[in-house]
């Protein structure tokens, strides 16, 4: 644990990738010491609640988000734009909702918030200079959704480029699924974006309803009922017919008893906490994909 190694490789020879999720830029040494491949999963948000920028501050956002890249060394790192809302719901000047989990939260807050959104959106661009950008979108549930995000990202970059007369970066947008009508139109949302992101903290919580924070609950909170490993399964398939990488984000991820199971549901990429990811490697290493396929159907 903590060696620097390479790419996980299953017993059988598939390559897999395994990242690791941060919440602010002190977090991606961790994932080079325990042999992470990148950042799949920036929470942005949390820059916001653990008061690590000031409210929206576009140069202190764009100071964060140079740093981090700096110090990912050139490897793979996807922003989430801000998750504002549901169980992240404490930020002072919102009003708080009587159910926020079932409120404006994620894209459907930063569209109702177009100035923060394009506030996120100048500061993650003017930090990633001409290098390619991944952006990933919180909540999605309609793809109007993402067809409304993708038409702002247009008009930031080609403000940008006006202002400073330098390339456009090269910008990839994918799209969280962790609500199940998004999963449900997954194939519609897929032809959309160029990546999709499992969130399955959430998509659990709203598939199951039962509360996140319920997660002792094992009666309700159960990511290995089979209904759910279906809806994983599924999507690893809608996304290999389509050519598009799906990343599992969600806790699910972070857990090596359930690394073969998910390799026998078809992912091949992961996103854990950065202590975990050394020993989800260790684990694919060991795993033989036919056998663990046999086993998950
Ligand atoms: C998830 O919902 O699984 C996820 C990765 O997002 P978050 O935990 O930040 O809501
Ligand atoms: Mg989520």
Redesign the pocket.
Known sequence: IGRIRSLAQSADGTICTVYG?IRSHLDVSLINSFGGDGVG?F?T?FLLLEKKIGKFSIDLQQEEYRVALEKNKGKEMVF?LF?IG???ADISDFKNEVNPALGLRGVRFLLANPDILVGQLTALMKASGCRELKILL??VSDSSEVLQVNSVIKEVALGLRSQTGEMLTRILVGS?L?VPSSVWIREAILELVDFV?????????YFFAIG?ESEQDYTFFQPTHPAFLNIIHNIAISAKKMGKPVIL????ASNPLYTPLLLGLGIRIF?SSPREIAQIKHVIDKVDIKEATQHAQ
Do not use: A, F, H, W
Request: with cysteine; proline share 4%; charged share 35%.
């Open positions: 999720n999963l929470r948000e989430r998750d549901g169980d992240k919180p909540m969280m962790e992101s499992i969130g399955t903290n959430d998509l659990i919580q996140r984000c969600g806790e699910m996103s």
